[in-house]
T-cell receptor, first 113, second 112 residues
Framework: DQQVKQNSPSLSVQEGRISILNCDYT??????FLWYKKYPAEGPTFLISISSIKDKNEDGRFTVFLNKSAKHLSLHIVPSQPGDSAVYFC????????????FGKGTKLTVNP | DADVTQTPRNRITKTGKRIMLECSQT?????MYWYRQDPGLGLRLIYYSFDVKDINKGEISDGYSVSRQAQAKFSLSLESAIPNQTALYFCATSRGAGEKLFFGSGTQLSVL
């Protein structure tokens, strides 16, 4: 049973436009969410996170929105740049439970010049 | 130097062979993890360790074993490799509960 779902395997946007990557989760105990970015031939790297006590967290061009009632989060990248082309993984954590991150399957973002 | 180092970077082996993937870290973290990535399946947890004397199974531990030799070292073994263990393997560390993971660059394993 997949607890963290990224339903779009791929996304293509034009440079300068907004990229929106979506993630849904089923476990209501998840209270901390993270996005990781992965380039080919490299390990994933942490991008941004959000606690369930917030509904928005912003870091430069990257903003994560959390809608707890819908069990949905999204990552917005504005403006998108070609260097943002990578696979993005959504991950969720039950901090009071297993303390293990559960990852989605990833979305491959391509930003076209 | 990388904070989390995995060796080898690439390995081709044959069905039935024993193989060990090694991971070392210089971050001083207590928690270490082994994940595998398969196309379309994301990152799945194989084993994890919260300190030197602690070993826990993840969601896909069958066919794998691990050894935590020291705080800085966590190795993954395939006792008898099979083709469906062909994947990209990542080691990761974290400082504590709820802390972000730091990943190595990965080991691409092919079992023929």
């Amino acid at each position: 049973d997949q607890q963290v779902k990224q339903n779009s395997p791929s996304l293509s946007v034009q440079e300068g436009r907004i990229s929106i990557l979506n993630c849904d989760y089923t476990n209501s105990m998840f209270d901390y969410f993270l996005w990781y970015k992965k380039y080919p031939a490299e390990g994933p790297t942490f991008l941004i996170s959000i606690s369930s006590i917030k509904d928005k967290n912003e870091d430069g061009r990257f903003t994560v929105f959390l809608n707890k009632s819908a069990k949905h989060l999204s990552l917005h990248i504005v403006p998108s740049q070609p260097g943002d082309s990578a696979v993005y993984f959504c991950a969720a954590l039950d901090q009071g439970g297993s303390e293990k991150l559960v990852f989605g399957k990833g979305t491959k973002l391509t930003v076209n010049p | 130097d990388a904070d989390v180092t995995q060796t080898p970077r690439n390995r081709i082996t044959k069905t039935g062979k024993r193989i060990m993937l090694e991971c070392s870290q210089t971050k001083g973290h207590d928690r270490m993890y082994w994940y595998r990535q398969d196309p379309g399946l994301g990152l799945r947890l194989i084993y994890y360790s919260f300190d030197v004397k602690d070993i826990n199974k993840g969601e896909i531990s069958d066919g794998y074993s691990v050894s935590r030799q020291a705080q800085a070292k966590f190795s993954l073994s395939l006792e008898s490799a099979i083709p469906n263990q062909t994947a990209l393997y990542f080691c990761a560390t974290s400082r504590g509960a709820g802390e972000k993971l730091f990943f190595g660059s990965g080991t691409q394993l092919s079992v023929l």
